[in-house]
């Protein structure tokens, strides 16, 4: 019996060793909290580069690009090095950078060529020196090599004397590069030398130096080098037919831990014949090189090609594209072209054409205004002005104009602009996507060798990864992939948020001027027929929640199309599945797409989560989190084409069907009453009505642009095995990285998506094949056998879907998920019509979830038997479920008010079903508000469409208050742990570091500082976020601080934009009450990580939906036992007490001011007054402190144009509106208040000594769920 | 500190006077004394706070008396006054004191238990009086009226005759919700909707000097708002008394001011001002066309320091093209629109004409009922 009610002996289905990983103290990555934006001594300053440093990097970049303006950047350079040192945005590849551009310039301007040369040599000296920790690489060193070789003084070519800087010759260079432990290999095939003879030259005067030293093992490497770069790559690819075939030589090549390449073997002596015939080419040597150094198999081309393809040529397929469409339109002579046509390609063909010429021309006027100013400037050299020519020359005309167009179209309804788009965010988007096509061109130029993970187990390494040393190989392999991709690029700079807005908005304020459709509209009286030209887009300003935002919008002609025509040309390649294994995780920000830049954390605008994620992979403590990322990277999956056939057949109808909108929307519009005009009370209800059907008429439309998305792209790879790179979120939950086609969307995009590879059933696979059946119809609440049963009676429907989903019955419509339950249908009729069922080869997915995963976690931490009942931690013969118990508990309730002649509770009659109350019960685990619950609950009912528009808010303000009662203290045990979360948080949120805390009191104040507030320093100081480490070593940073936009004037609309770089105070309240859920979504995260990587190392397909996790029907059972056993690992290492130490070191020189622990939140510290030092009168007054005096961030502030990641909105906690602070005694009070603070003021205590205790745990044994069925089912 | 005191001594003389007139007939059941007012009309809630009312009889009293002065009954019958946000009673009390042939019947709409056990009385001692438990901000309250026949003895007259014998009577709450409501009584005037189907009823409304000033507001000033175009468009407006009488705020209405920071707010404490609105002959907003004014002055005042040629492609994509309308300089001057003025300074004559170039283009968008471009969110 496979099940988990197996037998007591069996052995563990997970590595041993996870259990003492898991226990082990895990390395907890500490820095200093932010420091407030008016300190001037920073320390915190290395690891925070603020704006306007980044701003100048940038303008360093820009202006060394082609060498537009290097004494320019010399000069800001120059200027950061004594202002900056040890910034850690000074890296080496920037001083390369200088290094190359000087070469350059001398190469260049032969009258100023010493100068430039001896800039050059003091650069690389000062590098040397050591003195700004900034260490030559091996491009330094090719740099200073080619330097030598073309100027040295007994140079025949070109010499140049030099005085002002010291000279280093190959045996002086290459001393240096052996003493800093650099192969010679790796700087003889740097980027730095372009072409094959000066290589050759470089390998020579290097072995020349090495002999003359008598290092033979380095002459000896050169010499290997040499004769790789001879070596033919692929006999099959590169070789004519007609040309002999030369069999290679079997290499061997060692590569040593401090980077040296030394040993060569082959088998049998090359002939001399094919050395000399084969000329030197540094390419070859290049690739050869990355695969000796990556110890791994490089991609051969041809697999990769079309990946590379996607991404390199995205913007020049797409205009091929839109031309070729233009054209055919006009070769069919189609009612006259471009404008006047219907069609989304014609236009955006038309707007390019128009789009590049004024780019072009604008740019042009730019570079001479900003010419002039700078000539007016030049003697005022007070700051650093940011000029923009530089970073608008850094594309194409052409590809500007691309850019601008495709970041349009995509932008399309997102930020809950229906048919727009924040101006803000598009501002920000089309710069940021400049910036990456500017680095994905740099990226390109260098022609990388992308390393890909290898066929089987996590990376290359065979060990165990719990164990030390399986953990340190996988360390050591990555980072040398690392290393050796970051020295094959080019340095680039990030912008700052400034000066990507400016970007977008000269861009955009190009694109609405010259982009414009033709409209055509008929009169409905007259039908008469009025043609208008149009801008396509245009801005204004709309009200949200209060609030003014600037929006873009579309024309209502191209916001039609986008629900209709073919967009997925549109897409940029990051936003589409790829189609070879994405590139592994090498550091914080490479790895996934080949090209695009990515990130393998979604920051929340928080530049703290990034560097606390860079140091972490810096340290190597997060090698598991890349390699269980890779893991769900490299699941290949495929379209499955029998359900995409139905979903396009449906989808071309244009009818509504199984959660697909219709082309048209089908809801009959609201009947006006006869007496609206006069009766103002018909009209609101009309209103009310119109309101609705209008935005479900809008939601319709965005659902359809969402469809069309979906179906384009599964058409687009109809055939390919496909893969989705993944990202974490800042809690660790994976995510895949495209947006619109993944395992992670709704059940369409599920129903369209199948594993590649294909398994053999067996009896327990179609068992499981059949309970996945009915879980996906709806019916999971049975027992296992039941369910079969359930299937066993609809075999006819199953089978009449499958064989006519849409001319039969249809009895898969009715599912909960129909589309995969389609799927499923197919699946299962395929099998069992196959003339042996159990060795049916199927590739479905099937999944096994989490019972209330957040509570199964709450129940585990707290050893709370009774909450494991409920979640089914415990054994039980059924599954136990949450939801229809609280469901039935409120129609109970409500049966009681209908007695008392309650109109709400009559109207709810038998309408309160488990999915109504299912997310408020869901998140009432995670802390939902009153007004957050009835938000939920209203859109359920309105989802149901059988409660009147108007009565909806009332009724689920009934139901909120009924579903929150009735949950009351069916959860006891989690609320324990969750207050203890939340106070711990709350206090973090409140404290000081100690060094800050003394600095304050003696930094003399900004005399200049705006002292309208009287408030004291340390609530500037309150900095400090909740910082964790997970059981993986992950990081994790919660970003809630009070939001602090800047006002930038565009010419478009003037802006706020929040700049991640200057942070400002915690938002106490949000860090507090948003603390649980995001420490028990970082526990799911690290279950669902630890299966991820257990499945891998027992050969089983693997995905995951946060804590819905699926693989091969005939895998289930061994998935089954690992769910367990890792939970069990997981939680059998006391998590909280984990947290409580970490706390414990992490703020261990943390201060409270006493002020700020008076009020009821505190209360329940129960502190005692010797604990504090403090007389117990003093106590009295904390405790008895009226309402707790948040700094309660105005709520308004908090909405504006959030960059809100709407997979967070299902579990992020809401904030309630701050409460009104009450004064019950009028001023007495107010007068007692400040006694309060005058007689605490000054006064701080530690932290760690007033954390409260953990919560005692109870007797409940997560061994146990060895035994539960339906743990996860 | 010492003008305060003068002002307020001179209010307080003056008010005395009239007070003298009067107490004779007064043997309405009293209010509370001051003093325990705050212990009665607790104010902790915000729906109460912000529920501001005349407090001292003697401010009750000059308010009443200068009222009608401008709109007197037609006939000796006296008028129907629908009094709504009473609070307990102070301006009701002083209506009350009016003859029956300035007022023939008070009916007071109040929702709050509290203040309706003040009010309630007033039925018992006056035959003149009708107390209707419900909220003068629901419409369902006016559906109600009807339904009962309490205006039964109303007489509708043509819109284009003298005014009805109908007078209506508010305290406006000074939170969002008051000022969603006058808003909505002065559109209802051109659909001749709500009381206006009686005719050109009068509005007299005691509000804040927040709201007063946005009603108020000419072409060209700061606050000009859609508020002030709408009523500028459908009304006679003048001021209901003096404010002079009522001031200062906390001498005079209840609840205390609260603290509030420097400037204008919407909070209670400053200073009060009443008007009274009486519905023009001739509208400007023709019959059913009040929600597409509504959606042309919400686009446009989004950007109220903008000059129209720019402001107007707010109104929807396209909608450059009706500058050329706008401006067209074959039409005689008085039918086109000084395209540079900004938005804050267009008068009546400005919008209509802006109103009638939008309402006659083929491309101006159906929805107009939903002005916001936000999806629900998620």
């Keep these: ?1273 | 500190m010492l003008s305060l005191r003068l002002h307020r001594l001179c209010a307080r003389s003056r008010l005395q006077s009239l007070a003298r007139t009067y107490s004779s007939q007064s043997s309405l059941p009293p209010l509370p004394p001051q003093e325990e007012w705050r212990k009665t009309f607790t104010y902790q809630t915000v729906a109460r706070r912000d529920r501001v009312f005349v407090r001292t009889p003697q401010a009750a009293r000059s308010i009443a008396q200068s009222l009608f002065t401008r709109t007197p009954a037609a006939t000796d019958k006296g008028k129907v006054v629908i009094e709504a946000f009473p609070g307990p009673g102070a301006l009701s009390r002083a209506l009350l004191e009016l003859p029956s042939s300035t007022v023939r019947k008070l009916i007071i709409l109040e929702d709050d238990p509290t203040y309706l056990k003040f009010l309630e009385p007033l039925a018992d001692a006056d035959p003149r009086v009708t107390v209707v438990p419900m909220s003068g901000h629901k419409w369902d309250t006016y559906s109600h009226l009807d339904e009962h026949g309490l205006l039964d003895d109303v007489e509708a007259c043509p819109w284009d005759a003298t005014i009805p014998d109908l007078h209506f009577v508010s305290h406006l709450a000074h939170n969002v919700y008051g000022e969603q409501l006058v808003a909505q009584l002065f559109r209802s005037i051109p659909e001749r909707a709500w009381l206006f189907k009686y005719g050109r009823v009068p509005m007299s409304i005691i509000m804040s000097e927040w709201v007063w000033s946005r009603l108020t507001a000419g072409p060209g000033t700061s606050r000009r708002c859609k508020l002030s175009v709408i009523a500028e468009a459908t009304a006679d407006i003048q001021d209901a008394f003096d404010p002079a009488l009522v001031s200062p705020y906390e001498a005079h209405f209840y609840p205390p001011p609260a603290v509030y920071k420097k400037g204008l707010s919407r909070k209670p404490g400053q200073p009060m001002y009443g008007i009274t609105a009486v519905p023009y002959v001739d509208q400007v907003i023709q019959k059913g066309m009040t929600d597409q004014w509504d959606y042309v002055l919400r686009r446009l005042f989004v950007l109220k320091s903008t000059v129209l040629k720019d402001a107007i492609s707010s109104l929807a994509p396209g909608a450059v093209t009706l500058l050329k309308v706008l401006g067209d300089a074959s039409l005689p001057r008085d039918q086109r629109v000084n395209v540079s003025k900004r938005i804050r300074e267009l008068n009546v004559a400005d919008w209509a004409l802006i109103h009638r170039a939008f309402d006659a283009w083929p491309f101006k968008p159906q929805d107009l009922l939903i002005g916001d471009a936000f999806m629900p969110e998620e």
Aim: glycine share 4%; hydrophobic share 35%; aromatic share 8%.
């Design chain 1, 1 to 1273: 019996m496979p099940s988990p009610s197996g037998s007591e002996k069996r052995p563990s289905s997970i590595h041993a060793d996870m259990h003492g990983f898991l226990n082990r103290r895990s390395p907890y990555t500490i820095l200093p909290t932010p420091t407030p934006e008016d300190v001037i001594s920073q320390p915190g300053d290395i690891f925070f580069t603020d704006s306007p440093t980044q701003d100048q990097v940038s303008v360093i970049e820009a202006c060394l690009r082609g060498l537009h303006d290097v004494p320019r950047a010399k000069g800001i350079f120059e200027r950061l090095r004594s202002t900056r040192q040890g910034d850690p945005i000074l890296e080496a590849r920037m001083y390369n950078s200088f290094i190359e551009a000087y070469l350059e310039m001398a190469h260049r301007e032969e009258l100023n060529r010493p100068n430039w040369l001896e800039d050059a040599w003091a650069l690389y000296n000062d590098m040397e020196r050591g003195h700004e920790k900034v260490d030559p690489t091996p491009n330094t060193y090719a740099l200073m090599l080619q330097a030598w070789l073309r100027y040295n003084p007994d140079s025949s070519r070109q010499p140049v004397y030099i005085s002002g800087a010291e000279v280093h010759d190959p045996v002086s260079l290459l001393r240096n590069i052996i003493g800093r432990q650099i192969s010679p290999a790796l700087v003889v095939s740097d980027r730095a030398f372009t072409s094959n003879e000066e290589a050759t030259e470089a390998i020579k005067a290097l072995s020349k130096a090495a002999a003359e030293m008598g290092l033979a093992s380095v002459v000896n490497e050169l010499g290997l080098t040499e004769f790789l770069g001879k070596q033919i790559e692929d006999p099959l690819e590169d070789v004519p037919e007609v040309v002999p075939v030369m069999r290679p030589k079997k290499i061997e090549v060692v590569q040593h831990d401090d980077g040296r390449v030394t040993q060569l073997a082959t088998d049998e002596p090359l002939p001399e014949r094919a050395q000399g015939e084969v000329p030197f080419n540094l390419e070859t040597l290049r690739r050869h090189l990355s695969q000796v150094v990556l110890a791994r198999r490089v991609l051969s081309e041809d697999v990769a090609a079309r990946q590379r393809l996607l991404e390199q040529s995205v913007y020049s397929v797409a205009v091929e594209r839109m031309k070729h469409q233009a054209e055919m339109m006009d070769q069919l002579g189609l009612p006259s072209k471009g404008l006047q046509s219907n069609d989304l390609k014609s236009w955006m063909w038309e707007w390019h054409q128009k789009l590049q010429q004024r780019i072009k021309a604008e740019v042009e006027n730019l570079i001479v205004e900003e010419r002039i100013l700078a000539r007016m400037k030049r003697r005022s050299t007070k700051s650093e002005e940011i000029l923009l020519s530089p970073f608008l020359r850094m594309l194409s005309p052409e590809k500007l104009s691309l850019i601008t167009i495709m970041e349009m179209m995509n932008l399309h309804g997102s930020g809950g602009v229906q048919d727009g788009m924040k101006t803000a965010r598009a501002l920000l988007s089309v710069g940021r996507a400049v910036e990456a096509e500017h680095k994905a061109e740099i990226c390109k130029k260098n022609n990388i060798s992308i390393p890909v993970p290898a066929v089987n187990a996590p990376r290359a390494g065979v060990q165990n990864i719990f164990t030390g040393d399986g953990y340190k190989d996988l360390y050591a392999r990555r980072v040398t992939a690392a290393k050796y991709m970051e020295d094959a690029e080019e340095w680039t700079s990030d912008w700052s948020q400034l000066i990507r807005v400016k970007v977008g908005s000269f861009l955009l304020d190009c694109i609405m001027d010259v982009a414009t459709v033709s409209r055509t509209i008929q009169d409905p009286r007259t039908g008469e027929k009025f043609t208008e030209e149009q801008p396509a887009f245009s801005h204004s300003y709309e009200y949200q929640r209060g609030r003014k935002l600037g929006v873009i919008k579309f024309n209502p002609a191209v916001a039609d199309r986008m629900s209709k025509d073919p967009i997925a040309d549109t897409l940029h390649p990051r936003h589409l599945p790829m189609l070879v294994k994405p590139k592994p995780w090498l550091s914080y920000n490479n790895g996934g797409y080949l090209y695009s830049r990515s990130w393998a954390m979604r920051f929340k605008d928080s530049r703290e989560q990034e560097i606390y994620l860079r140091h972490a992979s810096e340290a190597g403590r997060l090698e598991l989190v890349f390699a269980g990322l890779d893991v769900l990277g490299s699941t290949p999956w495929q379209i499955n084409r029998r359900v995409f056939d139905v979903v396009l057949q449906v989808w071309n109808s244009g009818e509504r069907f199984a959660k697909i909108p219709p082309a048209i929307p089908d809801e009959p519009e609201p009947v006006r009453p006869e007496n609206m005009d006069t009766d103002n009370k018909a009209k609101v209800v009309y209103l009310e009505r119109q309101r609705q059907w209008m935005q479900n008429k809008a939601a319709n439309h965005s659902d359809r642009c969402s469809v069309n998305y979906k179906v384009e792209i599964a058409r687009a790879f109809l055939g390919d095995t496909i893969y989705l790179p993944h990202n974490v979120d800042f809690r660790g939950r994976a995510y895949p990285i495209p947006p619109h086609l993944s395992h992670i969307g709704d059940d369409l995009s599920r129903g369209l998506l199948i594993f590649e590879e294909k398994k053999p059933l067996g009896t327990r696979g179609l068992r499981w094949l059949k309970i996945h059946l009915a879980n996906l119809y709806g019916y999971d609440k049975a027992s296992f056998d039941e369910r079969v049963e359930y299937v066993h009676k609809h075999l006819e429907d199953i089978f009449d879907s499958a064989d006519k989903p849409l001319e039969g019955r249809r009895w898969w419509t009715k599912a909960d998920d129909p589309w995969q339950c389609l799927a499923t249908c197919m699946e299962l009729t395929s099998a069992l019509r196959s003339p042996d069922p159990e060795a049916y080869e199927c590739g479905l997915p099937v999944h096994q979830d989490g019972t209330c995963n957040g509570l199964q976690h709450y129940a585990a931490l707290g050893g709370d038997a009774q909450g494991a009942a409920q979640v089914n931690l415990a054994a039980a013969d059924r599954p136990s479920d949450v939801y229809t118990y609280v469901a039935n508990m409120v129609e109970k309730q409500i049966e009681e008010d209908i007695k008392k002649d309650d109109p709400i509770a009559k109207l709810l009659e038998g309408k309160v079903s488990r999915k109504v109350v299912k997310q408020t019960v869901m998140t009432t685990v995670y802390g939902v508000t009153y007004v957050g619950a009835r938000d939920q609950i209203e859109r359920q009912l309105k989802d149901r469409g059988d409660i009147p528009a108007e009565m909806c808010w009332s009724a689920s303000a009934y139901l909120a208050k009924n579903v929150l009662a009735s949950i009351g203290d069916l959860f006891k045990g989690a609320k324990d742990i969750q207050n203890w979360l939340n106070l711990c948080a709350r206090l973090i949120a409140k404290a000081i570091p100690q060094d800050r805390l003394v600095q304050s009191f003696t930094e003399p104040e900004k005399p200049n500082a705006r002292s309208r507030k009287k408030e004291p320093r340390w609530k500037k100081e309150q900095m400090t976020s909740v910082v964790w480490t997970t059981p993986l070593g992950l990081p994790i940073v919660q970003p809630y601080r009070a939001v602090k936009r800047k006002q930038v004037m565009t010419s478009i609309q003037t802006v706020f934009i929040s700049d991640p770089t200057s942070p400002s105070t915690v938002n106490a309240q949000k860090q507090a009450s948003a603390f649980p859920p995001n420490f028990i979504h970082s526990l799911d995260a690290t279950h669902m990580m630890l299966t991820a990587l257990e499945c891998r190392a027992r050969g089983l397909t693997f995905a995951s939906v946060h804590d819905s996790y699926w693989t091969h029907a005939s895998s289930i059972d061994q998935m089954s036992e690992i769910i367990r056993d890792t939970f069990i690992a997981l939680h059998s290492s006391d998590v909280l007490k984990g947290l409580y130490d970490e706390f414990r070191e992490r703020y261990a020189d943390y201060k409270i001011p006493l002020v700020s622990l008076r009020g009821n939140a505190f209360k329940k510290l129960n502190l005692a007054p010797e604990q504090l030092g403090l007389t117990s009168e003093d106590t009295k007054l904390l405790t008895e402190g009226v309402a707790e005096d948040e700094e309660m961030l105005d709520e308004d502030a908090l909405a504006l144009d959030e960059d809100e990641d709407e997979l967070e909105a299902l579990t992020e906690v809401e904030q309630e509106k701050p409460k009104k602070v009450v004064r019950k005694r009028g001023p007495r009070k107010i007068k007692s208040e400040a006694d309060i603070e005058a007689r605490l003021a000054g006064r701080f205590i530690n932290l760690v000594d007033v954390l409260p205790p953990l919560p005692e745990k109870g007797k409940f044994d997560v061994k146990a769920i060895k035994e539960s069925q339906y743990f996860f089912s």
